[in-house]
């Protein structure tokens, strides 16, 4: 795969910046590549459930905009990516020192980009797959940001 | 449908106060019936996605807790409610004033429960269906919260 | 909702017609609307899992069917319909005399539709709600048949 | 992994024979290992949608297939598989001289069971990922068959 347009990775990152939810989620940019992106999250007690794991919705969060990024990369300078959907499954339950989200194109179309995704928890030298993701992207033109 | 057990409302709401994910992103509780949770969510720029929207994760977070309290209503009182998958469609953007996430329980059995949900964006008078969301929701039982 | 089309049931009948599955699955239009299509099966012991109830695949295929020709009623007469991707879940084992598949349209876009379904088995006078399904439509233009 | 019983291969593979579903859409058993089922099926035109493509349901009803059998296969000798929900993506259209299903399971639990999968489309030395499956899987004990 590659990159949609030169500014890929600027244009990627600056949007992220721009998304007041990964900021307050504490959640930040570990890798960019054609196709992937790898975000991470230190374990916060604000984002929890009732038994004290990360919460469902939160964890979807991170691998939503790791699969909508990867999809981004591959997009046209004047494109935009919005999700159409996603289903979540949820594995283990989210406990961990940290969390990594994992995004990856499947199938990049001129309209929609299919993605896969993963959570890993990361305990000093464990590391679990808690749940998986597959989103459907779209690319939107003429969009303002 | 009936309450699983006597203090079913009770349970549910000290539940939902222990999820720092909900008092964080400032999500409280509407109305609470036997399988059905409604909770309500003002914009929120600390959770916006890229356009100035709320994000899909954010939005889904609060599908996930809705259906997933309203799956906690008819459990008995020895069982936690954890969310084993959820798929969620974007069918507008996520803005307006104020969110109302709806749950219900489709059918419930003694180990799955099936929900269904959706986000109602407000903005005044106006209201607009913008999220959909179907989980399926695990009684668990032993779990120390 | 309205038709996309003055020939939107032809067609939507001309493109069931075609469909080998259908035919041979022994599924037929029960009734059609403006966003939402009806179809109905008896049941078949050649379409049966090791239980002998239907196979969730067969009952996904005609709920998938509802749901994309009730897509295709809104589009115009240049729009073909393809399934993006679909969720099914399973809420009773599939048994029965006879099967209906209920498809509805949440959201239509020009490009993306939304929709929703439904499967109920009858068995006498005695109606069961056993599948339910989300998914997503998208209108192609330029493709032939 | 491990099978789940001595006799899980031939468990699974009587299971298979008692499908009305897959003996009539000609879908037959390519591989088994302790998690994984591969399946394979010839294109059929009695199995088309409306273009000539094979159904998305027909489809979904191999993907479905190779994941509950690959679940059942690490159960123990009192469980039968029934399937939860899954999700089906179609990132191109289902032509091709034949189709191989592949399930995979990612996370075994005592009751339920998480599985991927996926439709590999193959003409002549060509093969393209058509399809992708995520299911949840039940074990269920004390139904009898």
Redesign the interface.
């Known amino acids: 795969m590659e990159y949609g347009d030169p500014q890929s990775v600027e244009r990627m990152r600056a949007?992220?910046d721009?998304?007041?939810?990964?900021?307050?989620m504490g959640i930040t940019v570990s890798d960019v590549k054609p196709g992937q992106v790898i975000l991470g999250m230190p374990f916060?007690?604000?984002?929890?459930?009732?038994?004290g794991f990360?919460?469902?919705?939160?964890i979807?969060?991170?691998?939503?905009?790791a699969c909508g990024f990867a999809a981004l990369t591959l997009m046209d300078a004047e494109s935009?990516v919005?999700?159409?959907?996603?289903?979540?499954?949820?594995?283990?339950?989210a406990r961990g020192q940290s969390f990594r989200f994992e995004g990856d194109v499947?199938?990049a179309g001129r309209?929609?980009t299919?993605t896969?995704g993963r959570t890993i928890a990361v305990d000093g030298d464990k590391e679990t797959?808690i749940a998986?993701i597959?989103a459907?992207m779209?690319a939107v033109r003429g969009?303002k940001?």
């Open positions: 949007d992220f721009r998304q007041g939810a990964m900021q307050t916060n007690p604000k984002f929890s459930q009732h038994h990360m919460h469902a919705g939160v979807t969060s991170g691998m939503d905009s935009e919005l999700t159409v959907e996603f289903k979540s499954s949820f594995l283990a339950p499947i199938k309209t929609l299919f896969e797959k998986t597959t459907t779209m969009l940001p």
